[in-house]
């Protein structure tokens, strides 16, 4: 039996990640933060209790600050494969938090590729890098297009990507970046833009809100599905040769137009509820990132299904589904405008 040791194991990624692996058979050990409340809803549908002999997902307590304690469980769970998806991963945060953005998506990096190294196991790793990358460099964008980072999380990501091909390099080590372009889900994080709209979309079709801020519609990005990224992901490390991969659709598309097909699949005027605030805006905008994905076609066999458009539809029909389901603690409690959130 492969075994896997996953970073991030709470976020969109990480969940379907552990999802896909514990369907192909491996035991996965995930790495989660101590919180005071309960942080695994995304995983815990893949609960089976650890003392049944069937079980084959664990849990461990960690923090990508403590390279220590990262080095102690690598050793303990000596895996076959470790994907390091945890981040800080919202790139409006990162303005707000720089040093915690450098520290968990640019340092945590080195914390656990160090942790492979001083546990001494034969693994292969997978890093998390990102179309963020890109910046300012117009599309199509593939593995051979120059970096230019315009905010502190690409900045992070940047050292990450490249301290990752410097192990490669110096160590011998198998380890991969997998440039992903923006992929979402019914699971993604909720102040991400798309989830962000179709969330809205719900609640204003069950008359439980009205209005929507949002901040800048033009900027045009590659919305994929992540449950189809995780197997990009997988396949990376199952290569002959470790190698850097571009997963994206390869399809364009702007925040207004993925916003309009949002509203309309809904039956809703997006004009009637779509008001601008400023909050949203970034010091430095990346207009548009559009990814091409030949490489890993060709050498992966892998290729985007769910293009963005059907993604929005998904995904709407996804939250208002949610919603109707009594008790989402999320609508009940939280005002989608209340907090004063990214
Ligand atoms: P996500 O939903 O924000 O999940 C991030 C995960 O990292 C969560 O499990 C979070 O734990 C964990 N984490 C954050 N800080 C940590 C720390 N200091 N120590 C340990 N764990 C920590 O992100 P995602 O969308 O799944 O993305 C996965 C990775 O891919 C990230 O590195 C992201 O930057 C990168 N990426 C994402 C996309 C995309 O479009 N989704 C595209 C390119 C690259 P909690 O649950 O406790 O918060
Ligand atoms: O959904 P977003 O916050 O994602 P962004 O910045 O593209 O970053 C995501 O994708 C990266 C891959 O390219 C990942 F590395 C990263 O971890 C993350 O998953 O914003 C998308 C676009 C931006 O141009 C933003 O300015 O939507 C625009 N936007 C307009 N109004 C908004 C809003 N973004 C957010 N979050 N909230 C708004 O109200």
Redesign the pocket.
Known sequence: MKRAFITGITGQDGSYLAELLLGKGYEVHGLIRRASTFNTSRIDHLYVDPHEPEARLYLHYGDLSDGARLATLLAEINPDEVYNLA?Q????VSFDEPEHTADTTGTGTIRVLEAVRASKIETRYYQ?????L?GATPPPQNEETAFYPR?P??AA?LYSFWITKNYREAYDLFAVNGI?????SPR??E???????TRAVAAIKAGRQDH???????????WGYAAEYVEGMWRMLQADTPDDYVLATGVGTS?REFLVTAFEHAGLNWEDHVRF?E????PT???A?IGDPSKAEAELGWKAKVHPLDLARLMVDADIEALQHAGQPWIDRVPLEGWPL?
């Open positions: 981040a991963s919202h790139v409006r998390a890098s990102s179309s963020e890109y905010s999380y690409a990501k992903l372009f923006n992929h979402e993604r994080g102040t991400f833009v798309t989830r962000k709209i929507v801020y949002m901040g800048n519609l033009d900027a045009v990005r590659d925040v605030d909050r949203y805006l970034r905008e990346v207009d990132l990214r």
